[in-house]
């Protein structure tokens, strides 16, 4: 068995459905159902036994220590969090409940639970941090990428909530010897992704005819990686990472946000052409830029390709076609997701930001 936080989110329900679909050992999912968590992600696992799905908190100790006892799982890999760092700034507390309380008594049930583990069973166990690049802040236009050595310098509550739970996962390797691994990874973008998101967004405010919110003068850089990519990486350092490392993980595909509103109107041109005969790109609007917002991140993975051999596999081409694709046969899935709550975020965010 493997523990799987967040397995309802974005980024976890691709890993769980890619897991199994791998023929990975059964998961027992332990998610909170936030606003983005979306059991509907994993209805195709809806009548395979490999699946146990338990709503709960990862700050909740009790539960997380009886689920550890009841399943005995030879790794826990942490995706659970708060993740969007517009919400951060409007309502940080989510954030360091979660992100570092959250962590926190995680860590607390795992370190139990391994402490207690013998032989093969203690040596093999695995608890695995999913982080991300913002942890290090901001770089200038010149900068060499973010490589596993570079400062933390978080900038917005969502980064400094992830790096304080970084330096948690550290801390508990250093001063225990709890074997850990982190994976800071960049943007990444595919299917069962939360449309307050850019790629999301843009796809279907694009699709409703609604103006695209380019935040400020849309030059700031991301590094883009497929989700997929993102899952098989995630996999790689499960199974040979090195104790107490962390692994950076991107696409080597830096771009300003223009350029990736753009790519996303010239596809919907192309396979979803409007109507009047418009193009998409005139629903572009710059907007109010973000607080705080970091112009650049880059990530440097020679470190992961070097030891464990991993490497994208998905160009930006490919994994964007696949990408919109995905959104335009799923519009039920979008309906479903744009509740009240997603309609009272856009409308406090977005109000604010024009
Ligand atoms: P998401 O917001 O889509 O999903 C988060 C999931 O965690 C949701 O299912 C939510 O219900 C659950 N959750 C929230 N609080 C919880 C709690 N207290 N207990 C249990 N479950 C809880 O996020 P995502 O984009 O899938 O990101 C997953 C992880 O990957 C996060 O740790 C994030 O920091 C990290 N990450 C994300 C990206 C990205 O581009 N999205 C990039 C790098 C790293
Ligand atoms: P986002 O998807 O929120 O990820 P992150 O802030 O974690 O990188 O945003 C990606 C980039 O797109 C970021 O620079 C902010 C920008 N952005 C917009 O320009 N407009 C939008 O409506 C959103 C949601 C983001």
């Given at each position: 068995?493997i523990?799987v936080?967040?397995?309802?989110g ?16 059964p ?13 509907e ?15 709960g ?13 009841r ?7 942490n995706?659970?969090?708060?993740s ?8 940080p507390?989510?954030?360091?409940e ?18 207690a ?5 203690r040596?093999?166990f695995?608890f695995l ?19 596993e050595?570079?400062?933390y ?16 996962v550290?801390?508990y390797?250093?001063?225990y ?8 990874c ?25 103006p695209l919110?380019v ?5 700031q ?48 041109d ?17 907007v109010?830029d ?8 880059a990530?440097?993975?020679r ?7 991993w490497?994208?596999?998905?160009t930006?081409?490919?994994?964007i076609?696949?990408t ?6 799923h ?24």
């Amino acid at each position: 068995m493997i523990v799987v936080t967040g397995g309802a989110g974005f980024i976890g329900s691709n890993f769980v459905l890619d897991w199994l679909a791998a023929g990975g050992e059964p998961v027992v999912n332990l998610d909170k159902l936030t606003y983005a968590g979306n059991l509907e992600n994993l209805r195709s696992l809806d009548d395979d036994a490999r699946h146990v799905f338990v709503q709960g908190d990862i700050g909740d100790q009790p539960l997380v220590e009886s689920l550890l006892a009841r399943y005995q799982p030879r790794a826990v890999l942490n995706f659970a969090a708060e993740s969007h760092v517009d919400r951060s700034i409007h309502a940080p507390g989510t954030f360091i409940e979660t992100n570092v309380l959250g962590t926190f008594r995680l860590l607390e049930a795992v370190r139990g639970y391994w402490a207690a583990l013998a032989g093969p069973a203690r040596e093999q166990f695995r608890f695995l941090h999913v982080s991300t690049d913002e942890v290090y802040g901001s770089l200038a236009p010149q900068d060499p990428a973010f490589s596993e050595q570079h400062r933390y310098e978080p900038n917005s509550p969502y980064s400094a909530s992830k790096a304080a739970s970084d330096h948690l996962v550290r801390a508990y390797h250093h001063t225990y010897g709890l074997p850990v691994v982190t994976t800071n990874c960049s943007n990444n973008y595919g299917p069962y992704h939360f449309p307050e998101k850019l790629i999301p967004l843009i796809i279907v405010n694009a699709l409703a005819g609604k103006p695209l919110p380019v935040y400020g003068d849309g030059q700031q850089i991301r590094d883009w990686l497929y989700v997929g990519d993102h899952c098989s990486a995630i996999r790689r350092v499960l199974a040979a990472g090195r104790l107490g490392e962390t692994y950076n993980v991107g696409g080597w595909n830096e771009q300003p946000n223009i350029d990736i509103v753009h790519t996303v109107c010239r596809l919907l041109d192309e396979l979803r052409p409007r109507g009047d005969g418009s193009r998409y790109e005139t629903l572009i609007t710059y907007v109010k830029d973000r607080p705080g917002h970091d112009r650049r991140y880059a990530i440097d993975a020679r470190k992961i390709e070097r030891e464990l051999g991993w490497k994208p596999a998905e160009t930006f081409a490919s994994g964007i076609r696949k990408t919109v694709q995905w959104y335009l046969a799923h519009g039920d899935w979008v309906q479903r997701v744009q509740s009240g709550a997603y309609r009272e975020w856009i409308t406090t965010q977005y109000a604010q930001a024009a």
